[in-house]
């Protein structure tokens, strides 16, 4: 799946970019910095859902994840 956003920076964070990139990719650094984001963003919901889980389906989780 393919995903275009379009981001609109302020001066100081464009100059900080700018900096950090030294001529490189600025696209490059966003894309990654939203990829890692929206992992830490899944990552947390997946942990969160996991430990509401109780009795039985508990249990089924454990060993799911005993397999690996």
């Known amino acids: 799946m393919a995903v275009t956003v379009s981001i609109t920076m302020?001066?100081?964070l464009c100059?900080?970019?700018n900096d950090a990139v030294a001529g490189g990719n600025r696209s490059a650094i966003?894309?990654?910095a939203v990829?890692?984001?929206l992992d830490r963003r899944n990552i947390a919901?997946?942990?969160?859902?996991h430990a509401?889980?109780?009795a039985d389906d508990a249990a089924k989780l454990?060993?799911?994840?005993?397999t690996w």
């Open 10 to 12: 302020d001066e100081d």
């Open 15 to 17: 100059r900080d970019l």
């Open 30 to 32: 966003i894309s990654q």
């Open 35 to 37: 990829r890692e984001y």
């Open 45 to 49: 919901a997946a942990a969160a859902w």
């Open 52 to 54: 509401s889980l109780a």
């Open 62 to 66: 454990a060993r799911f994840d005993a």
